[in-house]
């Protein structure tokens, strides 16, 4: 009977672990003609888990090519690199594309998921040259946690704070960040007046009660007279990070003379945008970033 038993516990448990993993959303990138894709690259390895990235390289041309850096959402706490497609207006204008993964909070608690941003980023940066990017033309995109990451990957610039694992190199600069609704303020989502979000608790871990480390890990804090230009896109009824946390964080950009822009999606949810507002947000961002010569 105990054996009996023991067959069907492995029985339901591997079915359960299948239906975890057909929730994993995954999806083809669809790309131009002479295109070429590297998937799974490595681009840092933290106490056995390899940090990996999907490349979408254009053909090869004389001073490399811009690149963005695309990176998904989930709270920190799930998604992955394989669910993010839609690049096709950067393809169009000969961009390349860096679908990066990170550490979620099962693997390890902040600042690893910026570490690892800083990482990829720095990865890049360090093989433009193989790559044919040009690195003076690197934007990095995010949407919800993967907004903050891209901020944080963006505005920390010369800060080495979080490089612990990629050390060895300078004049770290991104263009461009685009921020789709991301969280600005790890503690206000967390304890704040209008939200109080386990993500967030969660993703600080032990320093989950350090209100000066979630400052240190909040983009809201990092802007300077020196960071580079940010387009915020938020939808004035999201649910699940206020639209107020880019509002601050426009007031903050502003406050310090740094080029931004703001777009606000009446009636628009947590990236729930009617098909028109898509439209017109992806028209927005490629005029932003052709208004900067990118």
């Given amino acids: 009977m105990k054996h009996i038993t023991l067959i069907c516990w492995l029985f339901l448990a591997s079915q359960t672990l299948i239906a975890q993993d057909s929730a994993q959303v995954i999806k083809k990138v669809s790309y131009p003609a002479g295109f070429t894709e590297q998937l799974n690259v490595v681009y840092t390895r933290v106490n056995g888990w390899e940090g990996k990235l999907d490349l979408y390289l254009p053909p090869v041309k004389n001073g490399g090519s811009p690149l963005v850096i695309n990176i998904h959402g989930g709270g920190w706490n799930k998604g992955n690199k394989e669910s993010q497609t839609g690049f096709g207006d950067f393809f169009k204008r000969g961009y390349a594309v860096a679908n990066i993964a990170y550490r979620l909070t099962g693997v390890a ?3 690893a998921a ?33 907004g903050h990451l891209a901020l944080m990957g ?19 600069k991104v263009a461009a960040i685009i921020d789709k609704y991301g969280i600005t ?94 439209k017109m947000v992806n028209a927005k961002i490629m005029d932003f970033l052709k208004g900067l010569g990118l």
């Fill in 154 to 172: 963006g505005l920390l610039e010369n800060d080495h704070i979080f490089d612990t694992n990629c050390r060895g190199i300078e004049n770290i």
């Fill in 114 to 146: 910026v570490e690892d941003t800083r990482c990829a980023l720095i990865y890049l940066i360090s093989n433009a040259k193989k790559l044919n990017i040009n690195p003076n033309k690197i934007v990095i995109m995010g949407g919800s946690a993967g």
């Fill in 185 to 278: 303020d790890v503690w206000d989502w967390g304890y704040g007046p209008i939200k109080t979000s386990k993500s967030a608790t969660a993703w600080l871990g032990d320093k989950a009660k350090d209100k000066d480390f979630a400052r240190s890990v909040s983009p809201l804090y990092q802007v300077k007279k020196t960071s580079p230009p940010v387009f915020i896109v938020h939808g004035d009824a999201d649910p699940i990070v206020p639209y107020q946390q880019s509002v601050a964080l426009k007031a903050k950009l502003d406050e310090l003379g740094v080029k931004n822009e703001f777009i606000t999606v009446k009636g628009g949810q947590h990236g729930k945008f009617s098909s028109e507002d898509n």
């Fill in 109 to 111: 608690t902040a600042p």
